[in-house]
Nanobody, 128 residues
Framework: QSQLVESGGGSVQSGGSLRLSCLAS????????MAWFRQAPGKEREGVAA???????RYGDSGKGRFIISQDNAKRILYLQMNNLTPEDTAMYYC??????????????????????WGQGTQVTVFS
């Protein structure tokens, strides 16, 4: 049974770094677009970063220049390296997956409605 399980969240001081992991059991990365989303209280779910089945990566405005999405195909783990964190990055972070032939547009890659499967989320809290 396919499952997405996030880990790596926690509390960190402003300016610090965290690396999130998503164990994607049952997912072949060469057939799926994988993504990280986040949602803060009272706000809409926001696309942070995505990687399509052909390796194309896209970043939302919040993560450009600070976040890096990557994946380990053998271990089926999706990562999100987050650097220079600020309190505005505080949110629940979710891993998501959708089948893809590698032709997804940037808008669709970062749009929550594009994704079929979701993990439970991992909380990231950044304090000043």
């Amino acid at each position: 049974q396919s499952q997405l399980v996030e880990s790596g969240g926690g509390s960190v001081q402003s300016g610090g770094s965290l690396r999130l992991s998503c164990l994607a059991s049952g997912y072949m990365f060469d057939s799926y677009c994988m993504a990280w989303f986040r949602q803060a209280p009272g706000k809409e779910r926001e696309g942070v970063a995505a990687i399509d089945s052909d390796g194309t990566t896209r970043y939302g405005d919040s993560g450009k220049g600070r976040f890096i999405i990557s994946q380990d195909n053998a271990k089926r783990i999706l990562y999100l390296q987050m650097n220079n964190l600020t309190p505005e990055d505080t949110a629940m972070y979710y891993c998501a997956a959708v089948m893809s032939d590698g032709s997804m547009s940037a808008v669709h890659m970062l749009g929550a409605s594009s994704y079929d499967d979701w993990g439970q989320g991992t909380q990231v809290t950044v304090f000043s």
